[in-house]
C-alpha cells in the first residue's frame, strides 16, 4: 500500500508510539530529521559532517541542508512506496520545498496527522515523567515554554496544510490504544488504506 503521511504534535503528546504503530500499519518507515542527522554523523558521510560543524557550533541546520538531508532520505529503496515523516517539515519553506520534491516524482502528501492535546494535561504528564526518571532541570515552567516554541514554530505550517486540506487532526489524550482506534477511524473517513477502526 503507498501512503505519504506526516505525524505532527506537542512534545508529550504520544507522537512516537503512534508513529511506530501507524508504521507498522502500513509497512512504511517512519522518518524522523533527528533520526536522519544522528545517523548521518555517525556515519560520517558529508552530509553529516556539516551538521555535526553546525550542530557543535551551537547552530540550528539550515532550511536548505535539512531539505537536503530529507530528500536524499526519501531516495532510499524503503521509502519509495511510503514514508511517515516525523519532525519535517518545521517551515513554510520547508513545506513548499516537499511539495515540490514530491510532485517532481509525481507523488503528493496523502494527509497530515495532527495530534492535539490539552497544554494543561501534557504539562502534568511530562512533570511526572520527569519526576519519575529523577529529572529535577525540567521544570513546569521548562515544559510550559518548550510547548509555547512548539505551538509558535507549528502554526503557519499547520495552516499551509489546512489549506491545502490535508490535516487531519485527532484527540491525542486517553490510553494508547484509543488514540489509535480514532486515528484508525480518521484515516478511514478520509480513505486512507483499506484500515478497519479496531485497534
Not at 30 to 56: C, P, Q, Y
Not at 84 to 95: E, K
Not at 159 to 165: H, I, V
Amino acid at each position: 500500500m503507498t501512503v505519504r503521511l506526516l505525524i505532527v504534535g506537542p512534545p508529550g503528546a504520544g507522537k512516537g508510539t503512534q508513529a511506530e504503530r501507524i508504521a507498522a500499519r502500513f509497512g512504511i518507515p517512519t522518518i524522523s530529521t533527528g533520526d536522519i542527522f544522528r545517523a548521518n554523523i555517525a556515519g560520517e558521510t558529508e552530509l553529516g559532517k556539516r551538521v555535526k560543524a553546525i550542530v557543535d557550533a551551537g547552530d540550528y541546520v539550515p532550511d536548505s541542508l535539512t531539505n537536503e538531508l530529507v530528500s536524499d532520505r526519501l531516495s532510499e529503496a524503503d521509502a519509495t512506496t511510503g514514508f511517515l515523516l516525523d519532525g519535517y517539515p518545521r517551515t513554510p519553506d520547508q513545506v513548499r520545498f516537499l511539495d515540490a520534491l514530491l510532485s517532481s516524482h509525481g507523488h503528493k502528501l496523502d494527509a497530515v496527522l495532527r495530534l492535539v492535546a490539552d497544554q494543561d494535561e501534557i504539562v502534568r504528564r511530562l512533570r511526572k515523567r520527569a519526576v519519575e526518571q529523577g529529572r529535577a532541570d525540567d521544570s513546569e515552567e521548562a515544559i510550559r515554554h518548550r510547548q509555547e516554541v512548539y505551538q509558535r514554530e507549528t502554526a503557519p505550517v499547520l495552516e499551509m496544510f489546512r489549506e491545502q486540506g490535508l490535516l487531519i487532526e485527532v484527540d491525542g489524550l486517553g490510553s494508547v490504544d484509543e488514540v489509535t482506534g480514532r486515528i484508525w477511524a480518521a484515516f478511514a473517513d478520509a480513505g486512507i488504506g483499506a484500515v478497519e477502526a479496531s485497534a
